[in-house]
C-alpha cells in the first residue's frame, strides 16, 4: 500500500482549511464574480440540509462550535468535523465545475459486494 492517496488528502484539507482562514475583506470598488457566486451557492445547495445549515451559523451568523453543539446536540468535536467536511464538499465541487458529488470507491464496491 502506497501512502499517496492519503498524502494528497492531507494536502487538499490543508489547502482548503488555509482558504478558508485567509482573511478576504470585501473591495467596494471591485464587483463579485457572479459566475463564482453561482458555483458557491450551487456547491452549497449540494451539502445534506444540516451541514449547510451548520456552515452558515458559522460562517454567516459567527454561531461559536459550543453554541452550535447545544443546539444540535453533537459535540464541538463533531461541529468541527462538520465544517470541515463541508469545506472539503465545497472544494472538491468548485474543483470539478460544480459536477455532483462522485461515490467513493468503496462504497461502490461494497453495493456490489451486497448484490453477491
Given amino acids: 500500500m502506497t501512502d499517496e492517496p492519503d498524502t494528497d488528502m492531507r494536502e487538499r484539507a490543508r489547502r482548503a482549511l488555509e482558504r478558508s482562514l485567509a482573511p478576504v ?22 451539502l ?4 449547510r445549515e451548520i456552515f452558515l451559523a458559522v460562517r454567516l451568523d459567527g454561531t461559536s462550535y459550543v453554541e452550535l453543539a447545544k443546539q444540535t446536540g453533537l459535540s464541538v468535536k ?37 448484490r453477491l
Fill in 48 to 51: 445534506p440540509r444540516r451541514r
Fill in 78 to 114: 463533531g461541529m468541527e468535523r462538520e465544517v470541515a467536511r463541508t469545506i472539503a464538499q465545497i472544494d472538491r465541487c468548485l474543483e470539478r465545475g460544480g459536477a455532483p458529488p462522485s461515490r467513493p470507491w468503496w462504497r461502490r464496491f461494497w453495493r456490489r459486494l451486497m
Fill in 25 to 46: 475583506a470585501p473591495q467596494p470598488d471591485e464587483p463579485s464574480d457572479p459566475e463564482l457566486l453561482a458555483r458557491i451557492e450551487a456547491a452549497l445547495l449540494t
